[in-house]
């Protein structure tokens, strides 16, 4: 008689920045490269989506300068655009980008990936530190 043997594969959960599980960014509107909410990242999400942000008005024009408009709804793409106060999962690259121009906006660090980290370092988030409410 053979035997059957079952693989289950238990996947780990996400990590945040601070070391804990990664909570939820925003379900109103859903944010994240997968759109669950979370700012989750693999191997297809080339800009790295993973700064839980809360969005401001010098942002969100600092980001439309550089050819990402964030403001203006997209229907076909399913995006309402975003406003001052929204929470998003922004590309680490022009988080980054933003906080060496000064207009980087706050982050929730408990929904923030711990791939950002790979980007700057966790004083530099703290800095941008807001309290966590999906």
């Known amino acids: 008689m053979s035997a059957i ?17 990664l909570q ?34 010098q942002f969100l024009e600092f980001t439309k300068t550089k050819g990402n408009d964030l403001s203006t709804p997209k229907p076909e793409w399913g995006f309402p655009g975003l406003k001052p106060g929204d929470k998003w999962c922004l590309c680490i690259r022009r988080w980054v980008e933003a906080e060496k121009a000064g207009k980087a906006p706050r982050v929730s ?14 004083e530099v988030l703290k800095a941008y530190k807001v309290e966590t409410q999906a």
Do not use: W
């Open 109 to 122: 660090l408990e929904a923030t990936h711990e791939k950002a980290l790979e980007y700057t370092s966790l």
């Open 24 to 57: 939820a960014c925003c379900f109103e509107p859903k944010t994240g490269f997968y759109r669950d909410g979370f700012c989750k990242t693999g191997q297809e999400d080339y800009g790295t989506h993973v700064v839980c942000a809360i969005m401001t008005e």
């Open 5 to 21: 043997i079952l693989f289950s594969v238990i996947q780990e959960a996400p990590k945040n920045i601070l070391g804990g599980e």
